[in-house]
């Protein structure tokens, strides 16, 4: 059974910092590529920032320069280091894992709440 667990969400003033965690079991996880996305209530889950199996990163605009998101393929665990949050960065924070070859196997986890105080 595949499950990933996020853990790290909390309130913050702005300008502040966070470091947000997944726990990634029943994957092979170094061959998966890990996503950090984030989601306002009515609005659609938008991807923050990944990193594939390689290694390689990726970011939202809005968040270059502040986020980075690493991988530790020995814990099976993906972090997301958030720099000068705004209140706009306020969201539910999703992790996900991706592998296509194939089929594409798609796993989420069941979120935590990122809330920046202006």
């Known amino acids: 059974q595949v499950q990933l667990v996020e853990s790290g969400g909390g309130l913050v003033q702005a300008g502040g910092s966070l470091r947000l965690s997944c726990a990634a079991s029943g994957i092979l996880f170094r061959i998966y590529d890990m996503g950090w996305y984030r989601q306002v209530p009515g609005t659609q889950r938008e991807p923050v920032a990944t990193?594939?199996?390689?290694?390689?990163?990726n970011y939202t605009d809005s968040v270059k320069g502040r986020f980075t998101v690493s991988r530790d393929n020995s814990k099976n665990m993906v972090y997301l280091q958030m720099n000068s949050l705004k209140p706009e960065d306020t969201a539910v924070y999703y992790c996900n894992a991706r592998r296509l070859v194939n089929i594409l196997n798609n796993y989420w986890g069941q979120g935590t709440q990122v809330t920046v105080s202006s």
């Open positions: 990193i594939i199996s390689g290694g390689n990163t």
